[in-house]
Structure formats: structure tokens, C-alpha cells
């Protein structure tokens, strides 16, 4: 077992203040990795005092004084970017090489925001009369509280970290139950590398206790969440009382197309990308696939055999590309997608089941053909690798059906028409757009959801928005 690792508040390395601990189980063996501190309501008021009381001081400091200790901390996880893998893999179940390209990805964000954190400004517009002056100000919205998910145990937490810090805010993090080694080692590194006392806080423990002592204190003025549309909804009920602002990234469905005019070797690429990166674990995973009637089958024979090479297990064994999924309930939500799938008409062409005799909680790559609009897994989030598939006659029903969910998170689409490009862009119903292009996310472009999926947005200069406050003073000279 490793050493259990502590809370970080006001600086300080600390235990739940009642000393209760609970288990870190590693998804590939159902093995208890660690014991973390189980914080709660007395927990998060301290780290809300210890990011009151940081505030002014870190709001006042000139921005690249912001900004050193920001990119320290980014040049600290790249550093140590095997080690920072290894504990992904194990509390988490990623392969390792897809765990160290999320070390690399996460301290992205925070090299950004080091960099951005100079270039805050505000502006200053022509008035109506000579004797007046219109100054706006652009000032950090103050303490903010970070409901991260165990998907992305690193990422989650610093396209969260880097603007808010970047911007002057002070904050809280509440890393997911699942995944809490990989915050606290951030955390770990963020007080060696020097980012003040109070500045940022982690803490572990029950999230219905901590988020409820965040809303119930006005000081806390906002909370940005990553995670499902149930919690989600939850929090904005929750931020009712003191009107806290919200950011919030949800569930997503995303549809793939495969048009006939496509380059079928590209497509054929970014479906295996999309679908199976983290074992189909992200919201903005392909869901659906949707290929015109005319090229289905020589596209999803080929896409039989690239399935049929990946390799599951473990994430720590090599070669692996397709790890364990998170917990049990996880796999069994999975099977019940196929199950269902399979009772009401679709045909398992790949896959299927769990896997047999290798890592406990892997579920074999799935390709479902002959999918229909009812099927569960054609109308929510599976979150495994499982990929169902219908076809399409013309463009405008391809866009209706992947229109048809109340989900708006990512999208992807192939063709080489660049008319049809544009047309089929701009009517998806989605915050993220994938043409011909199956990987979008990087650290200085809008990332976050339509309808469902979501408000606001983060990354790049999109999320200074999120952390700051727009003050206007009109000035009569
Ligand atoms: P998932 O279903 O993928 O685990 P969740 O939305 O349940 O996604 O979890 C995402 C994050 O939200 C985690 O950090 C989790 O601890 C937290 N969370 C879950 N329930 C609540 C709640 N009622 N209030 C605040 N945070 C919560």
C-alpha cells in the first residue's frame, strides 16, 4: 500500500480533522492502492478560510508573479511526469501511456495560463461627452470551488486550476472519490514549487458535505464542475441561495459521421481514437457512429479488424490499449447497453462481454450493427468501448439524427466537401466540433456544451471569462 497522503489547506498538510481515511481501489485488480483522508463540511470551511484569507494577496500580486508559480508547477509534472502516470494507472486503470500524454496535457493548461495571466486586460471605451471616461475592469470573481471527475484525474483539475489562479481567484478542489491520489500529488507538487499558502486547497472526502459548506458560505462566489448531468443539476439547485456563479461540463453523446464522400482511412483513425481512448471513458467519446448506406459495410468490416487488434488489460502491462473500466458499476451499465442493444434487434459484430481471465473489470472493444433510435445505448451516455452503428441516406437526416439527443457536447463529422463541411458544422448542435479531426481538446480552445451538456466554457482565453468579473466605471473627469 502507498502511504496515505494528506488534504492540503492553508499550506498545510493535514488529516480529516476526525482522522477517518477511505480506500483508493486500483480498477484493474479491485486492490486497495492507499487510504485518503474522508474530509467533510469541517474540512471544506477550513479550506474556505485558507482561500479567504489568500485572496486579497494573491489577488494583488502583479500577474507574473501570478504567473511563476503557475509555470513552475507545469514545469514540476512534466518533470515527474513518469511517476504522475504510474499513480494514474493505478488509481484509475488508463494505460500508462495514454496516463503520461494526461500529465502532459494537464501541465498544458497551467503553461497557458502562466502565460495568459500577463494579457488579463481590461478597456477603455469613447464616451458620449469630452468629460467622460468609460473604464472597464476586469477583476477575479474571488474564491471558487473545483468539483472534479475521475476520468481525467490530472486534466480535470488544472484547466480548472491554471485560469482561476492565472486570474487572481483563490481555490478549493474536490477531486473525485475514485481518483484522489492524483490531486493530492498535484497539490504536493504545488507546495514545493511555492504557490502560496491558501492559495490553492485539495481536499478528499464526502462531495455532498464539502459542496454543501461551499454553497452555504457566500464567500465561496463560484464553482466550476466537471462530471454527470444529474450532479450538475443538483449544484445549480444548490448555488439557489447565494447565487454563486457556475460553470459546468456534463455528460455528452457524441455523435460520428462518416459521409461518403469521407477519407476513409482518416475516419477509420479518429472513430478508434475517439471511441477507445480511456476505454471509451470521456464525455466527448464517439457514442454513435452513423455511416452513409452506401460505404457501411466495407467501413465497418474494416473497422472489425482494427478493433480485433486492440489489446485489453491492465494499464500498467505493456502494449495495452484498452484498460480496465473505472468500478463494477461501471461494467455492468456497460452490459446492460449491450444486453438491451441486443433484445430489441442490434447485432454484436465484435465483442460483447467482459473479458475473460485478464484484469477483473475490462469489457471488450464492442461493435453493435443495426442500432436503432430506442436502444439505451443509442440515446444515453455508455461511457465503455462500445460503439454502436446505424446508417444515413442524405446529410440533412445524418444532421437530425445526431441533432436528436438532449445532449450538446462534442460532435465529429468526415467528408472532403468543403461546402458540406461548413454547412454540417454550423448545424450541429454542439460545443465542440470535430471535422475530420477526431482529437479536439487542447488547452487554448473553448471546450463545453450546448443544451445539456452544459454552461460556459473552458480553456483558453474563453475561460478567463469564467474567473473574472467585469466591472465598468464611468468617470467624469
Ligand atoms: P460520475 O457518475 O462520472 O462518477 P459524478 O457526477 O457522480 O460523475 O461525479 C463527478 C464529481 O462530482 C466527483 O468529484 C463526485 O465526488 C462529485 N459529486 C457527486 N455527487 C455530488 C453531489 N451531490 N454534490 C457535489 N459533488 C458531487
Redesign the pocket.
Known sequence: MLPTPLHLIDGRRTPAADGRTFPVVNPADGQTISEVPLGGAAEARAAIEGAASAFPGWRDLPAHERARPLRALAEAMVRDQQRLAHLMTLEQGKPLAEARGEILYAASFLEWSAEEARRICGQVIPASSVEKRIVVLRQPVGVCLA?????FPAAMITRKVGPALACGCTMIV?????TPLSALAIGELAMQVGIPQGVLNIITGD??Q???ACFADPRVRKVT????T???R??VR?AADNLQRLTLELGGHAPFIVFEDADIDAALAGVMASKFRNSGQTCICANRLLVHRSIIEPFTARLAEHMRALKVGAGLEPGVTVGPLIDDAAVEKVESHVADAVERGAVVRVGGSRAMGTAMRCFLPTLLERCTPEMRCWCEET?GPVLPVASFETEDQAVAMANDTPYGLAAYFYTRDASRLMRVAERLEFGVIGANDALPSTAQAPFGGMKQSGWGREGGAFAIDAYTEIKYMSWRL
Not at 174 to 178: D, L, T, V
Request: hydrophobic letters at 45%; a negative charge.
Open positions: 468539483i472534479t471527475p475521475w476520468n474536490k477531486p473525485a472519490e475514485q462531495a455532498p464539502i459542496a454543501a464542475f466537471t462530471g454527470s444529474d450532479v450538475g443538483v449544484l444548490q461511457f
